[in-house]
């Protein structure tokens, strides 16, 4: 069973979309709960850590239908 390896290139735009879409979901997620939700800094911490996994995955699927 043959696996073709990503190029280079590949591998780094996956890597700059998993970046970007962690940074910006964790933000969103953090303003969220901090101005909608009213949480303190705990409450807000959790949801940041919600929005950097989807951020992730949102991401990923972003890479991948970059690369075709």
Same mark, same amino acid.
């Given at each position: 069973?043959?696996? *073709?390896? !990503?190029? !280079?290139?590949?591998?780094?735009?996956? /890597?700059?979309?998993?970046?970007?879409?962690?940074?910006?979901? *964790?933000?969103?997620?953090?303003?969220? %709960?901090?101005?909608?939700?009213?949480?303190?800094?705990? +409450?807000?911490?959790?949801? *940041?850590?919600? +929005? *950097?996994?989807? +951020?992730?995955? %949102?991401?990923? /699927?972003?890479?991948? /239908?970059?690369? %075709?």
């Amino acid at each position: 069973m043959a696996t *073709s390896e !990503p190029s !280079p290139q590949a591998r780094g735009v996956t /890597k700059l979309c998993i970046f970007v879409g962690t940074t910006v979901g *964790s933000y969103a997620f953090w303003a969220l %709960g901090d101005s909608v939700f009213g949480f303190e800094f705990f +409450g807000s911490f959790l949801l *940041s850590g919600i +929005g *950097s996994v989807l +951020g992730v995955y %949102g991401g990923w /699927k972003v890479a991948q /239908k970059l690369a %075709g």
